[in-house]
């Protein structure tokens, strides 16, 4: 296929996933008074941009051809490590930053696996997630840590320029991850290994090395995310990020990355944590069971994936 006509169906295929926000919140407004309220539309982007976070470092991860399983472990463990940093006196800013590396290194270990030890992403990934959750448990002794500066909680409660500082960070973020996957090698590499990465080997690639990178991004990002959701509860938990992995592949395969790899934008991906995150609120307004939500995103992931696989077949 062309450039031209992958970009096309790419913007396509984006076009399809606004319209389908849009057609949800429509919807939800006609079905409850309750949902289309300035107060209740930034209570979903505020709920929104933890997932969304976390769903960049997963976009890389698959269009580079893989698939991270540990993102909502890793979230736990770095969520009670920095709590109990700040528990202990260590400073905020230095803090955040042990957070953030212990998240870098847990997913770098992902990547050192899969590159050089040549563990399928599915099996690595999994297994870190068992450990950062032992970790976690372990570090806490299976108890929360709780009660924060208000200096530390401005992360979940403060504002910049009137948008709340968790929206602030996830709008800053995706513009920095934009301009790395559009603008950079790391980007340009990332493409080229998902679409055949025998022929990026051979075109001189650092594969491994790069591997290394992209899953040390995405743990980072979900380390980023649990100081939000810290500060944001008050409170670090190390049972936190259940079945995020969850929300953040579907949030990137429904705004049309492929699972197969080599293609996929973070525009799509901002617009699918934003289906994600209304679908779940308007859902909540409504009384509807956790149980049957848990159903319903489960068949609009399997859905989206379908929708994936057929468009792979036109092509």
Same mark, same amino acid.
């Not at 270990?109 to 950062?132: D, E």
């Not at 968790?166 to 991850?177: A, E, K, N, S």
């Given at each position: 296929? @062309?450039?031209?006509?992958?970009m096309a169906l790419n913007y396509k295929r984006q076009l399809?996933?606004?319209? /389908? ?9 006609? %079905? ?6 300035? %107060? ?12 969304? !976070? ?11 051809? /893989? ?39 847990? /997913?770098? &270990?992902?990547?050192? @696996? ?22 976690? *448990? +372990?570090?806490? =002794? ?6 924060? %500066? ?14 709340? #500082? ?13 301009? !790395?996957?559009?603008?950079?090698? *790391? ?24 591997? *290394?990178?992209?899953? =040390? ?17 008050n409170s670090a938990q190390p049972i936190a990020g259940i ?15 492929? +699972? #197969?790899?080599?293609? /996929? ?11 994600? =995150? ?9 009384? &509807? %069971? ?20 057929? *468009?792979?077949?036109?092509?």
């Amino acid at each position: 296929m @062309l450039l031209k006509d992958k970009m096309a169906l790419n913007y396509k295929r984006q076009l399809g996933t606004l319209l /389908g926000l849009i057609a949800l919140i429509g919807i939800f407004w006609i %079905s409850t008074p309750y949902f289309l309220t300035v %107060s209740n539309l930034l209570n979903i982007t505020r709920q929104t941009s933890i997932n969304a !976070i976390i769903a960049i470092g997963m976009t890389f991860v698959i269009i580079s051809g /893989g698939i991270d399983l540990s993102v909502g472990s890793i979230l736990a463990f770095a969520g009670v490590v920095t709590a109990g940093s700040l528990s202990a006196g260590v400073p905020i800013f230095f803090a955040i930053i042990i957070g953030m590396l212990l998240g870098f290194f847990c /997913g770098a &270990v992902n990547g050192l @696996l899969i590159a050089w030890g040549h563990l399928p992403p599915f099996i690595s990934t999994l297994g870190m997630m068992s450990i950062a959750r032992g970790g976690a *448990l +372990l570090f806490t =002794g299976g108890r929360p840590i709780s009660g924060f %500066s208000q200096s530390f909680r401005v992360f979940a409660e403060g504002r910049f320029l009137s948008v709340p #500082m968790p929206v602030f960070i996830m709008i800053l973020l995706y513009i920095l991850g934009h301009f !790395i996957l559009t603008r950079t090698k *790391l980007g340009r590499y990332t493409y080229a290994m998902g679409g055949n990465e025998e022929a990026a080997v051979l075109s001189g690639i650092h594969v491994k090395l790069y591997k *290394l990178f992209i899953y =040390g991004i995405s743990g980072m990002l979900s380390g980023l995310a649990a100081i939000i959701l810290t500060a944001r509860l008050n409170s670090a938990q190390p049972i936190a990020g259940i079945m995020y992995e969850l929300d953040a592949i579907a949030a990137t395969v429904i705004g049309g990355t492929s +699972l #197969m790899g080599g293609e /996929g934008t973070l525009l799509g991906t901002l617009i699918g944590a934003l289906i994600m =995150g209304v679908l779940r609120n308007g859902l909540n307004i409504m009384g &509807v %069971s956790s149980f049957i939500q848990q159903t319903i995103i489960g068949a609009v992931i399997i859905t989206a994936v379908l929708i994936d696989m057929m *468009l792979k077949k036109r092509k």
